[in-house]
Each structure stands twice: as C-alpha cells, then as structure tokens.
C-alpha cells in the first residue's frame, strides 16, 4: 500500500515553472466523463465539490464565496459544505437537494474531466438520463447508514441500460458508522447480487467519505482494511469508451455539407467509431453509393488519419449523392438500414405514452417520424419483473416495437451508442418525451420490401381522366362534415369524377369496429382510415374522408402518407354552441350527464387546424354554398 498522506491533491509544479509546456501537455490528456448518481442524500454533490477543492480547481473569490455561503445556507454546520460548489439553483440551496444536472470539469496531472452531478429523486429521474448518455463511467453512491436503496437499483438499471460499462460503486458517509469494514462488506454483497441480476458482471467497490475527504484523492488512514485504488487514481486509469470505439468499424454521420464554393464540397461530423484514411473504401447509406475518401480537412490542415471522437470534414474522390443525416462507413464492413424495431424506452414527460401516434425519433444526425406501439412490457426495477402495461409514464422504463416512415441507418446500441441511442420528441410543442436504445430490427421489417408494380398511381389516374386526391373533413360531432362530403361526393358524381367516400360513422361498422373512443383507439382508427385512403388515392380515385380527427400530430401522420400536393384539409369550423344545439344523435346530451366518456369538445380535447386548405363558416355559408366552395377549390387547385 502507497504511504499515506494528506488527502489533499497534489498539483503539477510544471504550472508554476512552465506554464506554456504544462498547456502544451494539457491539450493532449484524455477526457474521461462520469456522472455521481444514486439516491436521494447519498451525497454525490458533496463528492464532486470535494474533487474540485482537492484538485486546485476552485478560484480563491469562488472559495470565500463558498465559506460564507457553508456558514449561511450549509448543511454541516460551520464547516464547508462541499456541495454548494455545485448546487447553484436558489430551490437547491433552499431545500439541500439537487435538481437539476450540473456539469464541472477538473483536471489532474494525467486526465481531464467532465463530470455530471445527477439528481437522486425520483421525479427528476430524467435529470439523471439527459446527465447518463454522454458518460463513459458511473459512479453510484451509497449512504453507509441507509445501504441499497430503490433509487440505487433504479440509478444503477438505467446506467447499465444507457451502456456505461465502468461502474464504481462509492460506499459514502463511512465516518459516520465509524469506518466499519462489516458495514462496507454487507452493502458491497447486497449491491453486488442485484447487480448480477441486472447484468453488471463488474464493478470497483471503494469505501470513502466525501465530506472528510476519505480515499477520495489518497488512501485513508481510516480504513487500514481497504487496499484498493483511491477514487482519482481510479478514475485516472479507467480506460474511456473512446478508445474501444477506435476499434470498431468506421462510422461518421454526416452533420452538414460543407460547401464554401464551387471548389470544395465536403461532408462534415464527427467519427462515430473506428478510423479512416485517404484512400479508403467507404459506402454512403442508406443509398449504398460506394467511392474512396481524397482528404480528411480540418481547420488547421489535411490529417492522415481521423479517429473516433474527432470532428472532420470528409472530401471524396467521386461526385456522389451525400446530405445531412446519411451515414457514412466502411464499404466492407456497412451497417442496416430499417424501418421497424424493438428498443428499450426511458419515458420522461408528465403526458404519458400514447401508442400511435406520431412523434419526431431523432437519432444521431437522422431525424424521422416514428410511432411507438404499446410497451411488450414496464420493468420494476425493485424486482426485476417484466409487468404488463398499455402506455408508459413518467420515468417508466420499458421495451416496445416502434416504426418510422422511412428506413434510417442504425446499430444496436450496445455495439454503437451514436447510431443505436435516439430521442423521442412531440410534434405539437417540440418538448423531448423519452430517450431510447434500439435492440434489434424487427425481422418483417427484413423480410418484407415493396415489390414493384408496373401500373402506378398515375396510370390509374390516368384512365379515370383526373388527379387523386384526398379531401379530409375535420370538424366536432354535429359540424355538418357527413352532410356537406355528401354533397359534395353527388355534386363531383354529376361531373363524372371517380370517388368514394369514407364516413365516419359507417367505418366503425366494419373495419374499425374494434376500437373504441380513448385517445389511442382515436388514434388507431385514424390511422387505419389514412392507410385505406392512400390506398384509394393510388388508385386513382378522389377520395373523400368525414371524421372528427381531433388531433393535429394524426391529421399531419395522414398529409405524410401522401405525394405533396394531394392532401387537402377541410376544416368545418362550428362553434361547439352550436353544434350542441343540432345534437342530432343526442350525443352531446349524453356526454353532458357523464354517460358518454371521451367526447370530443366536452371531456376529450379538439385541436383544430391551424392552415386548412379550405375552412367552412358554417354560421355564415349554407352546405350548398360550402360544398361549391370545396369543389371550386379542388378543381382550381388541380
């Protein structure tokens, strides 16, 4: 064991002598990133602001600063509390917890680092994956008085899931059971038989104490039992994912094309894994198109070489088709390309998961329209038990089948963070929903490809003498939408134009009889009515739909399916008085007393459109006069 000495961090003297060779030998460290989680009070803040005191890295104002707020606002009396360094939030100073993640870096004489400060409380869980997806290390933290708590198991399933495959499992607060190696012993085999059970095969046990100071930089006196690694020397000799990345395969996805004038064009991001030389084979995907790499450009100069982790500008020897979110990799060695998956989803929006609908799947420099079936299965991570569910909820964590609207380049997220790890993201206010890992593609999304026909759309439009086009009435329950498509259907007929008109009402009878009026089966029946009229717009028919469609994100899902130009929105804009007034059906009646849940303008939500093609008054215009009016606008338009 190394001889045993102040536990405060010795600096580099290069500082003070050579200020120039110690930047120069600075630029050149590696970078390790590592988050402190686990549960509430284990004491991760006090940890990384004792990491900062102990290696220089605190200003001497930031240091008066932080005595006189120890003495005001601290929690361990009038000593220095070590977690005001990195809780900065009034509401966390307030209430000594942290909430939101706080990134800080430090340096030591070998490495640099970037750590995260996660929250340990339940309803900031999402605080801890945003912290969690860039880290190459864990360190979960236990309160010595409390051992494994849910949040550790919580903390510790979400590490190994995200893919962090260094964990160090810090027994904290040891000082306050009196450094007692039974203590230690008993939490490292509970922690340790979970953890097998999770798939941690390995993890670094160390007794400390944030707050003294305790094998945190040196080797504690206190603990004479302990004849492990210190948490810095620990931290200064892990290896960092980056260099098993260098090893694998070459992967870059293009962030932007580079292209100052019409003498350069390149294609610039950052090397995702492996390494690429000028002169190397490399397939552009999903096209497939294949050429060599001429140069690898940076700012300060052409390199021979780019490895993982850096950011470059790729020229190619052939002019070849490459835009922002393809992939670029190794001719020999290319990843898949799918449509439909299974992944594991963190869910973290307070709106829980509605299957169906359509949300923004961002992955690495991709970004697609995904729908997310109902979860296989939510994992209780006090058990480990697979449990049933219909949606996810906040900090849920489950596995799904999800499929995008056009195929996307990916790994498995356990060979390739970048091109396996995406986001989820709401379409109407853009707030990002859950974070995700890709498994595996679904093998009908292998098996089952377009197969190509020789009379197309156009050819069936063609012999019917006019353009396919589906017009999509929105409006409330008694707008008049099945009244004026009729007219309009009879009106089109005299003209000897091809249509068919999708009701509402008639569809529930057969082809959406299995679906009922909750959000998602709102959804469902949606999307099963855009399938069928895509389907009727291929074959060259005008094709006129009359549903409530109370939600945008579908309306939009259903423009989507369609070429440009061949969707036309059709807004029957009745005010909800009135449209409770006709009550035809006595529909509104019902829902009124409580005996019709989930209608649409009393206790389920209508959002209308925002630009229709054709919005209808219906206060002001007759269904004739409306049905001229949405005629006059389809034939104008074609």
């Known amino acids: 064991m190394s001889e045993l000495q102040d536990p405060i961090y010795k600096t580099d003297a290069l500082i003070a002598e050579d200020i120039d060779a110690y930047l120069k030998a600075h630029q050149h460290k590696s970078m390790l990133r590592f988050i402190t989680c686990g549960s509430v009070d284990d004491g991760k803040s006090t940890l990384i602001g004792r990491l900062l005191y102990d290696s220089k890295m605190i200003f001497e104002d930031q240091l008066a600063a932080l005595e006189a707020d120890s003495k005001r606002v601290g929690t361990q009396g009038q000593e220095i509390d070590f977690a005001l360094l990195v809780d900065g939030l009034a509401a966390e100073r307030e209430q000594g917890i942290t909430i939101d993640v706080a990134y800080r870096f430090f340096a030591t004489e070998k490495r640099k680092f970037i750590v995260a400060d996660t929250p340990g409380h339940e309803q900031y869980t999402r605080n801890m994956v945003t912290g969690a997806s860039t880290a190459d290390l864990a360190v979960i933290l236990i309160d010595a008085r409390k051992g494994v708590l849910t949040q550790t198991k919580r903390h510790s399933y979400l590490a190994h899931l995200i893919g962090i495959r260094n964990i160090v499992l810090a027994v904290n607060k040891m000082d306050l059971v009196g450094y007692d190696k039974a203590v230690f012993d008993r939490i490292v085999a509970e922690y340790g038989e979970f953890a097998r059970g999770i798939g941690i095969g390995n993890f670094v046990p160390m007794p400390i104490s944030g707050f003294k100071g305790d094998n945190i930089t040196t080797l504690s006196a206190n603990t004479p039992w302990y004849d492990g690694p210190s948490l810095i020397e620990h931290l200064e000799t892990v290896e960092v994912d980056i260099t098993a990345d260098q090893a694998k395969p070459f992967r870059m996805a293009v962030q932007w094309v580079n292209r100052p004038n019409l003498d350069f064009r390149g294609f610039s991001g950052q090397v995702a894994s492996g390494r690429v030389q000028p002169g190397d084979a490399i397939r552009v995907l999903p096209s497939g198109k294949t050429s060599t790499v001429s140069r690898i450009v940076t700012l300060d100069g052409d390199l021979d070489q780019a490895v993982a982790g850096q950011s470059v500008t790729l020229c190619f020897a052939d002019e070849i088709d490459c835009s922002r979110g393809d992939v670029i990799a190794a001719a020999d060695q290319p990843p898949e390309a799918a449509d439909q998956f299974e992944a594991s989803i963190v869910w973290m929006s307070d709106e829980a998961l509605i299957p169906g609908r359509a949300y923004w799947l961002k992955l690495g420099t991709q970004t697609v329209s995904a729908t997310v079936q109902a979860p296989k299965y939510v994992v209780n991570v006090n058990t480990m038990e697979h449990l049933a569910a219909k949606t996810l909820e906040l900090n849920a964590i489950g596995v799904a089948e999800l499929s995008t609207d056009k195929p996307i380049v990916f790994e498995p997220y356990v060979s390739n963070r970048t091109l396996g790890g995406f986001i989820l993201i709401d379409r109407l206010n853009n707030k990002t929903v859950a974070a995700g890992m890709l498994h595996f593609s679904l093998r009908r999304a292998q098996n ?34 099945s009244t004026i498509a009729n007219l309009v259907e009879k009106k089109l007929y005299r003209m000897n134009r091809h249509t068919f008109l999708l009701d509402g009402d008639n569809v529930r009878h057969g082809l959406n009889k299995d679906l009922g009026f909750t959000e998602a089966d709102r959804i469902e029946n949606i999307r099963r009515v855009g399938e069928v009229a895509k389907l009727m717009a291929d074959a060259g028919l005008i094709v006129i739909t009359a549903f409530i469609s109370p939600f945008r994100a579908e309306r939009d899902m259903v423009r989507a399916m369609l070429p440009e130009g061949e969707f036309l929105e059709v807004f029957i804009d009745t005010p909800l008085a009135d449209a409770e007034k006709r009550d035809v059906k006595g529909l509104y009646k019902k829902a009124r007393s409580g005996q019709l849940k989930n209608f649409t303008g009393i206790d389920s939500p209508y959002e209308p459109p925002e630009v229709p093609e054709v919005r209808i008054d219906t206060t002001s215009m007759t269904p004739e006069q409306a049905a001229d009016a949405i005629i006059e606008r389809l034939l104008g338009w074609h």
Not at 449 to 470: C, S, Y
Not at 471 to 477: A, E, I, N
């Open 448 to 481: 089952v490809h377009w197969q190509a026909l020789d009379i197309g759309r156009e050819e069936h439009a063609g012999l019917k003498n006019q353009k396919p086009a589906v017009l999509w009435f929105t409006g409330l329950s008694g707008s008049g939408k």
